[in-house]
């Protein structure tokens, strides 16, 4: 392991903190997260701490419709905001030393270190310390999320008496009487409704306010002094939302005394009979039985298979192969696919910005991920979860005004409703319809799973391309049809008129759903009857579409020889990004909104994302003379924006320039580009790091159903290897700077194309 500026150690499989800083916990809690797609954890003390904490525990999918908070109100506006909720504390581990807290905040810390190994997917932290009355101790905390089973969390908590005697009073407690910090109105979002004990197992079932979610909190503990058990004392119910269960125990210099305690969350499911309480004490008679070196064991199993598939291998490079592991097992700990009713927050388990709720990063960046390291079943999961939702998107598109079967899918969602509290991007950020549509073809074209577009597919795009069809408006003026009054990708330009990447995407979209309901008309007639019926399809529709398709204004300078962002970006005066002070940075911190939108600064990748998504549409170029216009307007304020312009620099050959941002991307949490780590990691953008790497210097995109690579490694790296899957079966990838290896684990022909041949 080797130090660097940064905070933390780099190391190609763990990330360590070897200091204790009461200004960076907040930031640590983020980076040390941990979590398995069903619920996850900001690396919070289990035991009190009275200094600055962001504490957080996450159910997936169990949220509150936290009411909208503006002076003033739209037709169409949503009238709530949804959040995840912080859910009740399974960690809680109350200590007294000699009647004194152990309490970080207010003792002599004299070592710490903690760790996350990926490898294995546990955290462990180690202090020494000395509390006030004199007495030093010695922490050792291991602690995981299991992969093996979705409501099971696992805490190994030892203490070792260093310098005398002393008696200790160990309190594992459960507690629902959490509040989350992003509250618009401080509401109660819990309801406690029945508390649960006894020697072995305590349970409180909460239920959410409003939404009804309902929770079994659960824990159950075992103490061993020298590996002795100690039996506990009576259990006691500390108030209406907490229950403790208490150990009090002398221990002698030099000896050790070992908490075990496991909990989690049981959420109710309609199709389960069983009630929670049952449910957890399963959960617990079936694990209580095992060791904690055990359950460890099935973890450190579970993840190996994991990092089997997914793992990126990066030689010669140790920052790089650190920040991509960090990401991928970010990734991995959001989301596993197992229930399509989940999704992928910009924050997953990590915080609580943008509500833990689903916008256009799941379809725009995260899918690849998931499709091309997993089993097919979850990246279509993520697929259906907007086609369960589709009823609520043509709802969202009729309060705006849309009919005929319209949809427009939410900006933020948690169960298909907008709860988008900006109208810049509420109303405006409609480009999110095209990257759901965009998802589809890209899993079918990766997958060649066309049965997905014929069972469900195909009711989405057409929905959306009803929504373009209406969106659309023709300009006499221009003799074309346009679209006005929009917010792109570029969040620092709002309320413009024919962005071009919305009427991009949105002609290409009525292109696309045309081919596909065609495609089913011909070779599958009994679906499109089905199809139609159920859509009250009519072919005259096509009749709009075509003449849409034929003559959509997308906004060109000659002089430039670029497509140009909006109607009015030239009208901007052209200052580039590096003539900015410092202290401006970043703008959306230190500039009026007025300022900011005034200004010709771009805060992520706009046109330079649909020259990414339709790469095979463009000459190289066509490509060049786009990026070396707008890269220099780019602050990259957006983590979604630095991979892309990484991709779009390794297809130009501009390696240097594709690694610099590669490392902004992947280290982006690791070194705290955006000054917010404290809020919790940006997952959604991890997704977008790995495209970088499998995309960028690994070259591969698929063109006319082929999949191309190019070899174009930083001169940093000796070799890099990965495997994807293709077709369902896992190609692996071995790229140096004298060979490129390519492995197929399969008995079927691949054609891949390399460098063009």
Request: aromatic content about 14%; glycine content about 6%.
């Amino acid at each position: 392991m080797k130090k660097t500026n940064n905070y933390f150690v780099v190391d190609p499989w763990k990330i360590v903190e070897t200091k204790f800083d009461k200004n960076r916990v907040k930031y640590s809690e983020s980076i040390f997260s941990i979590g398995n797609g069903y619920m996850g954890q900001r690396a919070n003390f289990e035991e009190d701490y009275s200094g600055d904490t962001f504490q957080g525990s996450y159910i997936g999918g169990v949220y509150y419709p936290d009411k909208t908070k503006v002076g003033w109100w739209k037709i169409g506006y949503p009238e709530y905001f949804a959040k995840v909720l912080n859910a009740p504390n399974w960690i809680g581990v109350s200590i007294k030393v000699n009647e004194e807290s152990l309490d970080l905040n207010k003792c002599n810390v004299k070592n710490f270190q903690r760790e996350l190994d990926m490898q294995k997917g546990v955290y462990k932290r180690k202090v020494q310390l000395i509390l006030k009355n004199g007495i030093e101790l010695s922490v050792e905390v291991t602690r995981f999320i299991s992969l093996n089973e979705n409501s099971l969390g696992a805490i190994e908590y030892k203490i070792l008496a260093i310098n005398n005697n002393c008696q200790i009073l160990i309190e594992p407690y459960i507690d629902s009487n959490i509040i989350n910090e992003d509250s618009n109105w401080d509401d109660s979002f819990w309801k406690i409704e029945s508390l649960k004990k006894t020697k072995l197992f305590s349970a409180i079932i909460s239920k959410t306010n409003k939404t009804k979610f309902e929770v079994c909190t659960y824990m159950a503990n075992k103490l061993f002094y020298e590996k002795k058990a100690v039996d506990p004392l009576p259990i006691s119910i500390k108030s209406k939302s907490k229950i403790s269960q208490s150990f009090k125990i002398n221990i002698k210099k030099g000896k050790i005394l070992t908490l075990n305690k496991i909990g989690g969350y049981i959420k109710a499911k309609e199709n389960i009979s069983k009630n929670l309480i049952d449910q957890a004490k399963e959960i617990v008679d079936k694990y209580l039985k095992f060791d904690f070196d055990d359950l460890l064991k099935i973890q450190i199993e579970s993840w190996k298979k994991i990092w089997d598939v997914s793992d990126v291998k990066i030689d010669g490079d140790v920052n790089a192969q650190q920040a991509i592991r960090f990401n991928i097992f970010h990734l991995n700990q959001t989301y596993s696919g197992k229930d399509p009713e989940l999704n992928i927050g910009p924050k997953g388990f990590t915080g609580e910005k943008y509500g833990g709720s689903t916008y256009w990063d799941t379809e725009a960046f995260c899918l690849p991920f998931y499709m091309l390291t997993k089993k097919q079943s979850v990246s279509k999961n993520l697929l259906k979860y907007r086609y369960f939702q589709l009823d609520k998107a043509i709802e969202n598109a009729k309060k705006l005004g849309f009919d005929k079967g319209a949809a427009l899918f939410p900006m933020v969602t948690m169960n298909g409703e907008e709860c988008h509290n900006e109208w810049e991007i509420t109303f405006e950020e409609i480009h999110r319809n095209g990257a759901i549509a965009y998802a589809i073809y890209n899993y079918v074209r990766f997958t060649n799973d066309f049965n997905y577009i014929n069972e469900m597919g195909i009711e989405v795009l057409i929905a959306i391309s009803r929504f373009w069809a209406q969106r659309f408006s023709f300009s006499n003026d221009k003799n074309k049809y346009v679209i006005l009054g929009v917010t792109g990708p570029n969040e620092y330009e709002n309320n413009v008129n024919n962005n071009w990447y919305t009427n991009y995407i949105a002609r290409w979209c009525l292109i696309f759903t045309k081919k596909q309901i065609i495609k089913i008309q011909n070779f599958y007639p009994n679906d499109f009857s089905r199809i139609a019926k159920k859509t009250n399809w009519n072919l005259n529709e096509f009749k709009l579409w075509d003449k849409i398709i034929k003559n959509t204004y997308l906004p060109y300078s000659n002089e430039k020889e670029v497509f140009l962002q909006q109607d009015g970006f030239l009208d901007k005066e052209l200052i580039k990004a590096n003539k900015l002070k410092l202290t401006d940075r970043p703008i959306n911190q230190n500039w009026s909104w007025d300022r900011i939108l005034r200004s010709v600064f771009i805060k992520q990748a706009d046109v330079l994302q649909g020259f990414y998504f339709f790469s095979e549409d463009f000459s190289l170029d066509e490509l060049k003379k786009n990026y070396e216009f707008y890269e220099p307007f780019t602050l990259h304020e957006s983590s979604l924006s630095p991979s892309i312009h990484s991709i779009l620099s390794s297809r130009l050959g501009l390696i240097d320039d594709a690694y610099h941002l590669y490392l902004q991307t992947s280290r982006l949490d690791l070194d705290d580009y955006n000054q917010e780590l404290d809020e919790g990691l940006h997952i959604t953008s991890m997704a977008g790091t790995w495209l970088a790497i499998i995309e960028g210097f690994a070259g591969m995109k698929i063109n006319d159903d082929t999949i191309h690579f190019k070899n174009n490694l930083p001169d940093k790296w000796k070799s890099l290897s990965f495997k994807i899957y293709v077709r369902g079966s896992l190609l692996q990838i071995n790229l140096s700077k004298i060979h490129n290896n390519y492995i197929w684990e399969d008995k079927s022909t691949l054609k891949i194309i390399i460098k063009g041949k």
